[in-house]
């Protein structure tokens, strides 16, 4: 059974930075995809962005520019550097690792609060 852990998430002023990690109990290369989502008060999960095997990455248009999705293999983590960040970025933040559909897998999420 894989785990994913996320850290890294807290309270920050609008402007401010944040770096959320998620490591996995396994070598994430096995993986055909991961990648980060997140889910605001009172609102369905969206995605945030995503990381392919290959190294392709995407993201919602309300992140572009201002987040990057990245990883360390050898540390079997993921990463997810936010810069510029805004209130509506408040949410909890989840790491997702997907490697068929009934191998998806996810953590237990981190919360990230942007005050104005």
């Known amino acids: 059974q894989v785990q994913l852990v996320e850290s890294g998430g807290g309270l920050v002023q609008a402007g401010g930075s944040l770096r959320l990690s998620c490591e996995a109990s396994?070598?994430?290369?096995?993986?055909?995809?991961m990648g980060w989502y997140r889910q605001p008060p009172g609102k369905q999960r969206e995605l945030v962005a995503t990381?392919?095997?290959?190294?392709?990455?995407n993201y919602a248009d309300s992140v572009k520019g201002r987040f990057t999705i990245s990883r360390d293999v050898a540390a079997n983590t993921l990463y997810l550097q936010m810069n510029s960040l805004k209130p509506e970025d408040t949410s909890v933040y989840y790491c997702?690792?997907?490697?068929?559909?009934?191998?998806?897998?996810w953590g237990q999420g981190t919360q990230v609060t942007v005050s104005s």
């Open positions: 997702n690792a997907y490697l068929t559909y009934q191998e998806d897998y």
């Open positions: 396994t070598s994430i290369f096995i993986f055909n995809a």
């Open positions: 990381l392919t095997n290959g190294g392709s990455t």
